[in-house]
């Protein structure tokens, strides 16, 4: 992310989530399933989420560590597109999947020592949830 959060704060990552569908009338309109991988790099931390434990992931920790590592993972999905006009669509797409990440752990968002190395953590939930404005050449 190019942007700094409150007070210095700031939520960097990158992801790539490429998708393969088969479309179960037109192709670019309707019915849709899809399977979809994920995979990218983050640095996260110092970041007040209150009490906040998301499908067996405890995002409190966030406030006082840092943490820094990968991931990768694969998901299925379901989605519908509605056609606007000859060029346009409109998308609403929902995907659950597993991702698998390593990662290491700092006391502090930016000066703090490594507390441990080379942790990992598998998450089973969403994977994606979107609305997409399509435009088709």
């Given at each position: 992310?190019?942007?700094?959060?409150d007070?210095?704060?700031?939520?960097?990552?990158?992801?790539v989530?490429?998708?393969?569908?088969?479309?179960f009338?037109?192709?670019?309109a309707?019915?849709?399933?899809?399977a979809?991988?994920?995979?990218g790099?983050?640095?996260v931390?110092?970041?007040?989420?209150?009490?906040?434990?998301?499908?067996?992931t405890n995002?409190?920790?966030?406030?006082d560590?840092?943490?820094?590592?990968?991931?990768?993972?694969?998901?299925?999905?379901?989605?519908?597109?509605?056609?606007?006009?000859?060029?346009?669509n409109i998308?609403?797409?929902?995907?659950v999947?597993w991702?698998?990440t390593?990662?290491?752990?700092?006391?502090?968002?930016g000066?703090?020592?490594?507390?441990?190395t080379g942790?990992?953590?598998?998450?089973?939930?969403?994977?994606?949830?979107?609305?997409?404005?399509?435009?088709?050449?």
């Amino acid at each position: 992310n190019a942007w700094t959060l409150d007070h210095g704060k700031k939520w960097k990552h990158w992801m790539v989530q490429p998708e393969a569908r088969y479309w179960f009338c037109d192709a670019m309109a309707g019915h849709f399933v899809a399977a979809h991988a994920l995979g990218g790099q983050y640095n996260v931390g110092h970041i007040d989420m209150g009490s906040l434990n998301f499908l067996g992931t405890n995002l409190k920790n966030l406030k006082d560590h840092r943490y820094q590592g990968w991931y990768g993972g694969l998901g299925v999905a379901y989605g519908y597109s509605w056609i606007l006009s000859r060029h346009f669509n409109i998308e609403a797409e929902l995907g659950v999947g597993w991702i698998y990440t390593k990662f290491d752990t700092f006391e502090c968002a930016g000066c703090g020592r490594r507390v441990n190395t080379g942790r990992s953590h598998n998450y089973v939930g969403p994977t994606k949830a979107a609305i997409n404005l399509v435009y088709v050449f």
